[in-house]
């Protein structure tokens, strides 16, 4: 087709397929509307080719090449335990494949229509979708821009050679003998700790006070202090300078105070953040679609943007950068298309960090709770006395809950320990259902398991634990 060819008529085009994208165009097709989605890359997006998906991947077999190394606490002993690089890389790149081809189906399956290309808005009802091949322009009823995001590269450490970005840092040739880490956000930390357990000497430059500044301090203590126990440096109020490269190695100078300091390694990962994309060829103006600040669009509680036909959800709206919160945004946006009620509400975001041990965070911190106003009561009760996590030999951590002191309301908790990705989803249900510290301590949860630990936390809150003495 060329340019003055008349438009093709669509309910809703979905750009972009990531986690937030994907889920739109699939939900959109079940209410009904004829969708068209567009992908510039891979099927998945960032986060199941090149983000969480294959992070979680070497990340979990580095914990096994732990575990099997360290299996003598258990009575164990295993000898020459090797990794074979190559291997663990087919492992991630087939999880990725599995994943990736599992949503292609299904966007097939709800008759959702694919194009591999890009997008760029004629005007406020109508976009060319372009690639190599062909470039048909659509007219579409409604349309939801799921672009998604990428990792902020700084002009002193431009992405090339040996200074990476997080999506370089998951493809590397082998495993490097040691690396620079510039930030100690949750990308930094799970990937400096992915290869600490492969045997790389990891430095991790962090500009703030402390790790993980997401997560109260007592976790990112916690995570510190088990990353200074192998073979990982940190370096906090540290400022990162330039860089400079070899074709062997890369040499970074930082300052702590007044203090220059230099650091040579194989390779320097750089993960200072994300930046939506919203700042390319995308026509976003001539949509009438308003950007503000850090790039970010505009919308209202239904994920509306300044023109009412067209929406935007995931990294390119305000909130934090996560596939699951794309993903409930894709699904309130394909339904308020279709004239439902749905409405965005961030009671209950969980945040998670793969870290060892794992971090996770719902509703308000203590803190947090305090500013509100909120007179609180705190219920914590570690790993530590808990028979499941003793057999388990993971005993670092402990649940957190707190509550309103009036009502019992639980208002938040956060959880470091093993398993802590999967136990948060209890406690995000109790906050959004309303649920009090008596309506966790009457649940009864199966024994011996790690989610006893929130019911013991609970029973701490309302003063009458019985797995450990009442202060």
Not at 310 to 327: E, N, R, S, T, W
Not at 333 to 359: H, Q, R, T
Not at 426 to 455: K, S
Request: proline share 4%.
């Amino acid at each position: 087709m060329v340019v003055g060819d008349p438009s093709l008529d669509i309910d809703t085009l979905v750009i972009g397929a990531g986690p937030g994208g994907y889920v739109a165009a699939i939900r959109a097709a079940q209410l009904g509307q004829s969708v068209l989605v567009v992908e510039k890359e891979n099927v998945g997006g960032v986060c199941l080719n090149v983000g969480c998906i294959p992070s979680k991947a070497l990340i979990s077999a580095s914990h096994q090449y732990e575990s099997i190394s360290h299996a003598s606490a258990f009575g164990i002993t295993a000898g020459d335990v090797k990794v074979e690089w190559n291997k663990v890389q087919e492992f991630k790149n087939g999880i990725v494949k599995k994943l990736t081809g599992g949503v292609a189906s299904l966007l097939k399956a709800n008759k959702v229509q694919y194009f591999n290309g890009e997008v760029m808005f004629i005007n406020e009802n109508e976009a060319r979708v372009f690639n190599d091949q062909e470039a048909p322009r659509y007219r579409f009823k409604n349309c939801i821009i799921a672009t998604g995001s990428r990792p902020i590269e700084l002009k002193a450490f431009p992405f090339s050679g040996r200074i990476v970005s997080s999506t370089g840092a998951l493809s590397l040739p082998e495993i490097p003998k040691s690396i620079i880490v510039i930030g100690g956000g949750y990308i930094g930390i799970e990937l400096g700790q992915m290869y600490s357990k492969f045997g790389t000497k990891v430095t991790i430059i962090e500009g703030g006070d402390a790790i993980l500044p997401g997560f109260d301090k007592d976790m990112g203590s916690i995570v510190a202090k088990k990353l200074k126990g192998t073979n990982v440096d940190i370096v906090t109020g540290a400022m990162a300078q330039g860089a400079e490269q070899t074709d062997k190695d890369v040499t970074l100078t930082y300052k702590v105070g007044d203090k220059e300091e230099k650091v040579t390694a194989d390779y320097l990962l750089v993960t200072v953040g994300r930046r939506p994309n919203t700042d390319g060829d995308l026509g976003l103006e001539l949509a009438n679609v308003k950007v503000g600040e850090r790039g970010l669009v505009e919308v209202d509680a239904q994920c509306r943007t300044s023109n009412p036909h067209i929406y935007a959800i995931g990294d390119i709206i305000a909130g934090p950068a996560l596939a699951h919160k794309a993903m409930y945004e894709g699904r309130v946006a394909a339904e308020a298309i279709s004239g439902l009620p749905s409405v965005i509400d961030y009671k209950c975001v969980p945040a998670v960090c793969f870290s060892d041990p794992e971090c996770a965070a719902v509703g308000l911190s203590e803190k947090e709770a305090k500013d509100k106003g909120y007179k609180t009561k705190v219920g914590k009760f570690p790993f530590a006395i808990n028979g499941r996590a003793m057999s388990l030999n993971a005993t670092e951590g402990f649940v957190k809950l707190v509550s309103d002191a009036d009502t019992g309301l639980v208002l938040g908790a956060q959880i470091i320990g093993l398993e802590a990705s999967n136990m948060i989803a209890e406690l995000a249900l109790a906050i959004e259902m309303g649920a009090t510290l008596e309506d966790i301590a009457l649940t009864i949860h199966a024994h011996p398991t790690l989610g006893e630990i929130v019911l013991d936390a609970a029973e701490v809150a309302l003063g009458h634990p019985i797995h450990t003495v009442a202060k």
